[in-house]
């Protein structure tokens, strides 16, 4: 029993390496980069704190000058929009959909890499009128996942061209 067990285990480590399964690894990306500069609109939005904390904490220079950065990451727009799906029968909402949107490029050693992406997330919760501070936090602990979410999916996305 204990050898079909290794064999088995062996056999799926070969079938798994055979397929072409890779795990996309974003470490080396800090150093692909080089000096990166963040253009935003909105420094203060949570979208733009969430990915300079992000890059930082994964060993990424950013300056805060355009002029010696070798790449710019430019957020041309990021904002969140919520909307009710569904309502109850004496009109109080029921469900809230909050969704991301994040138009972003990029330029490296003054070329432009990728222009003009789009990324949207969206995630959905249900609305409590009796539970109003607990439905709040939860919709800001949803915004703050959504920010990472697609601060994760940028970052795939330039490792895939660099």
Same mark, same amino acid.
């Given at each position: 029993?204990?050898?079909?067990?290794?064999?088995? /285990?062996?056999?799926?480590?070969?079938?798994? /390496? @055979?397929?072409?399964? &890779?795990?996309?690894?974003? @470490?080396?990306? !800090?150093?692909?980069?080089?000096?990166?500069?963040?253009?935003? %609109?909105?420094?203060?939005?949570?979208?733009?704190?969430?990915?300079?904390?992000?890059?930082? @904490?994964?060993? $990424?220079?950013?300056?805060?000058?355009?002029?010696?950065?070798?790449?710019? *990451?430019?957020? %041309?727009?990021?904002?969140?929009?919520?909307?009710?799906?569904?309502? !109850?029968? !004496?009109?109080?909402?029921?469900?809230?959909?909050?969704?991301?949107?994040?138009?972003? @490029?990029?330029?490296?050693?003054?070329? #432009?890499?990728?222009?003009?992406?789009? $990324? #949207?997330?969206?995630?959905?919760?249900? $609305?409590?009128?009796?539970?109003?501070?607990?439905?709040?936090?939860?919709?800001?602990?949803?915004?703050? /996942?959504?920010?990472?979410? *697609?601060? &994760?999916?940028?970052?795939?996305?330039? %490792?895939?061209?660099?």
């Amino acid at each position: 029993m204990r050898n079909f067990h290794k064999s088995s /285990a062996i056999v799926l480590c070969f079938l798994l /390496a @055979s397929c072409g399964f &890779e795990l996309q690894d974003t @470490s080396l990306l !800090s150093s692909k980069l080089g000096t990166t500069y963040i253009q935003t %609109n909105d420094p203060y939005s949570l979208f733009y704190k969430t990915l300079k904390k992000t890059m930082k @904490s994964n060993g $990424f220079l950013i300056s805060d000058n355009r002029v010696g950065a070798s790449t710019i *990451l430019i957020l %041309n727009e990021d904002e969140f929009l919520e909307r009710v799906i569904t309502v !109850s029968s !004496s009109n109080y909402p029921k469900e809230y959909e909050v969704r991301l949107l994040v138009k972003w @490029s990029l330029i490296h050693q003054n070329q #432009t890499v990728i222009e003009s992406m789009q $990324f #949207t997330q969206d995630q959905d919760y249900s $609305f409590d009128q009796n539970q109003l501070l607990g439905k709040v936090n939860e919709s800001d602990f949803i915004k703050q /996942a959504l920010a990472e979410q *697609l601060t &994760e999916k940028i970052f795939l996305r330039i %490792n895939e061209v660099l």
